[in-house]
């Protein structure tokens, strides 16, 4: 597993994510806020691929960074959030065990305002971050209600390449192309390297086959 970690790409992408992450002013001194930092704390290096992603696909289809970056963070809250979310399901879990229930809940909350927070942050069209926003919250409500991980994490990998094209303006038909070859990318990441290729330039496409082939060999 090291060997992969080793591996990981997009790490600029993260970096930048992981950066404006520790600018965010979480619930200071709260118990939300130390079940926060412990559930943090707790997440591998993999686990942010979703956020470079979403800053991948709007470098990709020439759109800012500076704007899909807030909503890169939006991604990585709402991943906790979900992950906190499914956990409550468990009493021995190691918030619930810790924390109780409520507490608990309170970080779920926390995790989930703080999300929807960065998605409103200001951004040179309001009009792209607003659509970015709606399918953003559509992708959370349908994760919620997917049936296990793998679902729950196909549903967000393609809202998160879907939102980075979205920012960046690209046309509708480019915009179903990633929105799709998220979907794909964990179980058929040869499937969504072949969707993109139109859609994207050389330089941009070997960095998404570099994400599939990482993909394919922690499947493995």
């Given at each position: 597993m090291t060997a992969l970690r080793d591996q990981i790409p997009l790490g600029p992408h993260r970096a930048r994510v992981a950066q404006y992450l520790r600018e965010i002013a979480f619930p200071a001194g709260s118990v939300a806020a130390r079940i926060i930092d412990e559930r943090a704390a707790e997440r591998s290096s993999d686990d942010s691929m979703r956020p470079g992603l979403l800053l991948w696909s709007c470098d990709a289809g020439g759109g800012d960074l500076g704007d899909a970056l807030p909503v890169g963070a939006a991604f990585e809250l709402f991943d906790?959030?979900?992950?906190?979310?499914?956990?409550l399901a468990d009493e021995s879990a190691p918030a619930i065990a810790r924390w109780g229930l409520g507490q608990s809940l309170n970080a779920g909350?926390?995790?989930?305002?703080?999300?929807?927070?960065?998605?409103?942050?200001?951004?040179?069209?309001?009009?792209?971050?607003l659509e970015t926003a709606r399918l953003v919250a559509g992708a959370v409500l349908d994760a919620i209600e997917a049936r296990g991980a793998v679902a729950r994490d196909a549903v967000m990998t393609g809202a998160a390449l879907q939102a980075g094209v979205v920012i960046a303006g690209a046309p509708g038909e480019v915009v179903a192309a990633f929105a799709r070859a998220g979907r794909l990318l964990a179980a058929q990441p040869s499937a969504a390297v072949a969707l993109l290729r139109p859609?994207?330039?050389?330089?941009?496409?070997?960095?998404?086959?570099?994400?599939?082939?990482?993909?394919a060999r922690r499947a493995a």
């Amino acid at each position: 597993m090291t060997a992969l970690r080793d591996q990981i790409p997009l790490g600029p992408h993260r970096a930048r994510v992981a950066q404006y992450l520790r600018e965010i002013a979480f619930p200071a001194g709260s118990v939300a806020a130390r079940i926060i930092d412990e559930r943090a704390a707790e997440r591998s290096s993999d686990d942010s691929m979703r956020p470079g992603l979403l800053l991948w696909s709007c470098d990709a289809g020439g759109g800012d960074l500076g704007d899909a970056l807030p909503v890169g963070a939006a991604f990585e809250l709402f991943d906790r959030f979900l992950m906190l979310h499914e956990e409550l399901a468990d009493e021995s879990a190691p918030a619930i065990a810790r924390w109780g229930l409520g507490q608990s809940l309170n970080a779920g909350d926390a995790l989930y305002a703080l999300a929807f927070r960065s998605l409103a942050h200001e951004a040179r069209s309001p009009e792209r971050r607003l659509e970015t926003a709606r399918l953003v919250a559509g992708a959370v409500l349908d994760a919620i209600e997917a049936r296990g991980a793998v679902a729950r994490d196909a549903v967000m990998t393609g809202a998160a390449l879907q939102a980075g094209v979205v920012i960046a303006g690209a046309p509708g038909e480019v915009v179903a192309a990633f929105a799709r070859a998220g979907r794909l990318l964990a179980a058929q990441p040869s499937a969504a390297v072949a969707l993109l290729r139109p859609c994207v330039n050389k330089a941009a496409l070997a960095d998404f086959e570099e994400v599939a082939r990482y993909v394919a060999r922690r499947a493995a």
